[in-house]
Each structure stands twice: as C-alpha cells, then as structure tokens.
C-alpha cells in the first residue's frame, strides 16, 4: 500500500521565479492539504482540496494556489517567489470518514 | 483563535528514563488530537488519534492521554532511536490541523 509521495524532493529557485509541488495521496484517500513547515516550526496549514475544489485556507497570499486532478493527486503552486518561501512544503492526505491525515515525505524550497 | 502550545522545547533523556511531553490546546469543536513523530528533514509519521477526554493509546514505549485542556505523550524506558520531534496537532470543525512548534527529545545512550 503506497504512502503519500511527493516530487521533488528538493529544489532550489531563486526570487521571484514560480513552482509546482506535486502530491500523490495515499490509496483510498481523496482529500488532500498542503502544510509549509520553517524551520524549527510546526506545519503551517495553506489550504485543502476535496472533490477537485479548494474548501479551506489558511493565511496565506494569493501567490499560493493550488489543483486538484480527478485522480486525486495535487500541486502546489507558488508565484514571485521570495525569501521567506524557503521551507519544507508538505502534503496530507485523509479518506472519508476517519480524521487521520497521513503526511508525504516533504518537498525541501530553497529561494535564493 | 485556535491554538496549540507544546511543552518543553527540548529535553534530553538517558536511555531508559521515563517522562512525558505536554500539549495543551484550545480548539474550536476538536474532532480529534494528533500526535506526529518527525525525524530530521522528513514527513510526519503518524502516531496517535484521540478524540474524547480519558482516552488513552499505546504503542510500545509510548502512551498518549487526552483530558478537556491537555494531552500528554508518555514515554516508557526510552532508547536512542526514540529521539526526534514529536508533534502534537488539534483537528477542529474546519478539518485543518493546527500544530504545536514541537519538543525536541534527545535520548542518551
């Protein structure tokens, strides 16, 4: 039984460049969340997608989007990329009825 | 405002040496309270769900409790593969985890 994997695992951009994360989640799971973790912190939730749609967001900018396709799987996408960006980006998926989510290993951005 | 505060930052053990971890949280309609192990530059692995005050998990050197305000994560006779970050996260009626900064546990062999 596959776990949650993301791709790449690592990746370096520079300021104000653009980036796609992608996600596949766990077998049986539909409901995917993105999560960016600084260092030394906890996950920070940036929204949740379910049925293709985006139904819940946390405080981050426009700059931060996302989709989901029919398969379930996911991306992240950031626009004008800056500094701050730097920090492990995480996927989460969760199936119907329990409220477990299951964390991906984590894509390392690196913004120069 | 949602909110959830992990205590202490760090704590260092011989191996061996029981103690427990704190999570307090306050939640709007709490639908479950996670705790994550995370090792260095790696994904959360899942470890415990609780979801009503007095319950309580176990899986082997660990034991996770739930009341009204608090969790707690207990460990029993820890090695040094135990250390990491252990994490606790609040899921609420928006179904988002919110996440404590972690304690960093250091076993001594």
């Known amino acids: 039984d596959a776990g949650v994997t993301q791709s790449p695992t690592h990746l370096i951009k520079t300021r104000g460049q653009q980036v796609t994360l992608r996600c596949s989640p766990k077998?049986?799971?539909?409901?995917v969340s993105w999560y960016q973790q600084a260092l030394g912190q906890g996950p920070q939730f940036i929204f949740q997608?379910?049925?293709?749609?985006?139904?819940q967001r946390g405080n981050f900018p426009d700059r931060f989007s996302g989709h989901q396709f029919p398969n379930y799987s996911s991306e992240l996408n950031v626009n004008a990329l800056l500094l701050g960006d730097s920090a492990l980006y995480l996927c989460?998926?969760?199936?119907?009825?329990?409220?477990?989510?299951?964390f991906g290993p984590g894509t390392r951005l690196l913004v120069l | 405002e949602d909110q959830v505060t992990q205590s202490p930052e760090a704590l260092r053990l011989q191996e061996g040496e029981s103690s427990s971890l704190n999570c307090s949280y306050t939640v709007s309609g709490l639908r479950g309270l996670f705790w994550y192990r995370q090792d260095p530059g790696k994904g959360p692995e899942f470890l415990f769900t609780l979801y009503s005050a007095g319950e309580e998990k176990e899986k082997e050197r660990l034991k996770a409790t739930l009341t009204k305000k608090e969790s707690f994560l207990h460990i029993t006779a820890p090695k040094p593969e135990d250390s990491a970050t252990y994490l606790c996260?609040?899921?609420?009626?928006?179904?988002?985890?919110?996440f404590g900064t972690g304690t960093l546990l250091a076993v001594q062999p």
């Open positions: 996260a609040g899921g609420g009626a928006t179904n988002k985890l919110i």
């Open positions: 997608y379910y049925e293709e749609e985006e139904r």
């Open positions: 989460a998926s969760r199936g119907r009825g329990p409220e477990t989510q299951y």
């Open positions: 077998s049986g799971h539909d409901t």
